[in-house]
């Protein structure tokens, strides 16, 4: 195995710097995907690549949304002879201390997709919570188990083959919805999901990108491709099942 850690970016300048300096001690090159930042980001991110040689930016010339970042980090890892991707988020709320735990699961199961399964502190807003709860359960129809703990968690192992592989034969989302769809989608075809619990927090005055009108509206229209999906699965899967029982 052979990883990187993969973090997308746009306009968080503020809380960047310390992401990479936290990820330093553990030794992995860092792939950082600017989305069409402004100029402010765009120049915290070249003193980064100065300060560090383990550090490399891939710029995006427009903002074209967190998966489409996600797609653009896991093809240029994969052209860089890496294998897997660490996947943090650019806003400081992941513990860049789990690394080593996420490393050690996707070493142990190189197939498989680690996810992160988000333990919030007091700092995380309620409606949030709540809000991802009717995600889990909608994911949960989807997949028809409970496979996938949190779908919407940006700490991640990501087997790069398979991902490309499923972004290169089926159109994906670019924005918020593109890490739920990427797990399901990648479960459906048989890669194996490791959970991990990792402690999540909220900083005052962060700065998010998710957007009530835009990405709610993405996620319900994902949710029900989804859930569409699943019902056209489940007369394969019974054959599949009977051929099991009876053989």
Request: charged fraction near 20%; charge should be positive.
């Amino acid at each position: 195995m052979k990883a990187c850690a993969l973090i997308p970016i746009f306009d968080h300048g503020a809380t960047v710097a310390e992401v990479v300096a936290d990820l330093i001690p553990c030794g992995l090159p860092i792939l950082i995907v600017d989305d069409g930042s402004g100029p402010a980001t765009a120049e915290t991110l070249r003193k980064l690549t100065e300060e560090y040689d383990r550090v490399e930016v891939v710029r995006r010339n427009r903002n074209g949304g967190k998966g489409a970042a996600l797609k653009t980090g896991y093809r240029a890892a994969l052209e860089r002879g890496f294998s897997h991707v660490v996947q943090l988020d650019a806003d400081g709320q992941h513990d860049a201390s789990d690394v080593p735990r996420f490393l050690a699961a996707m070493a142990s199961r190189p197939d498989a997709l680690v996810l992160g399964v988000p333990v919030f502190d007091a700092s995380a807003p309620r409606a949030r919570i709540w809000a991802r709860q009717l995600s889990r359960g909608l994911v949960w129809l989807a997949c028809l188990s409970r496979v996938i703990p949190d779908p919407l968690c940006g700490f991640r192992g990501v087997p790069l083959r398979a991902a490309v592989s499923l972004c290169d034969q089926t159109r994906t989302g670019n924005w918020m919805d593109f890490e739920p769809e990427i797990a399901v989608r990648l479960h459906w075809r048989r890669t194996p999901i490791v959970s991990l619990a990792t402690h999540v927090r909220y900083l005052p005055g962060g700065v998010s990108h998710f957007s009530l009108g835009r990405d709610y509206p993405r996620l319900a229209w994902l949710y029900l491709r989804l859930v569409g999906g699943m019902l056209r699965r489940v007369p394969g899967l019974l054959r599949a099942r009977s051929a099991v029982q009876s053989a």
